[in-house]
């Protein structure tokens, strides 16, 4: 069984990257260009709202309850 890790720091980079720190100490890159145009994600394409994301309950959120799981930031994100 894999451990579910929190994110307890996120920075919004150019591009759609996020910087990200998990709660291991581990920094992390995540892209988020290939989610951009799929849904609830196309809301944030072009918004200011995408600079706005934050940490909540482990993980990263946007404001209007957009999320995004924390195993998946983990899984698909790259070392720094």
Known sequence: MEVLL???KVE???DYRLFLEFE???QRVFD???YMDKK??????GSPLFGKAFVDYGTVV???NI???PETLYD???PV
């Open 12 to 14: 919004v980079k150019p």
């Open 32 to 34: 988020m260009t290939p």
């Open 24 to 26: 291991n100490g581990e």
């Open 76 to 78: 698909r994100s790259r």
């Open 40 to 45: 609830p994600f196309s809301q944030l394409k």
């Open 6 to 8: 929190d994110v307890v």
């Open 67 to 69: 999320d995004i799981a």
């Open 62 to 64: 946007w404001p209007g």
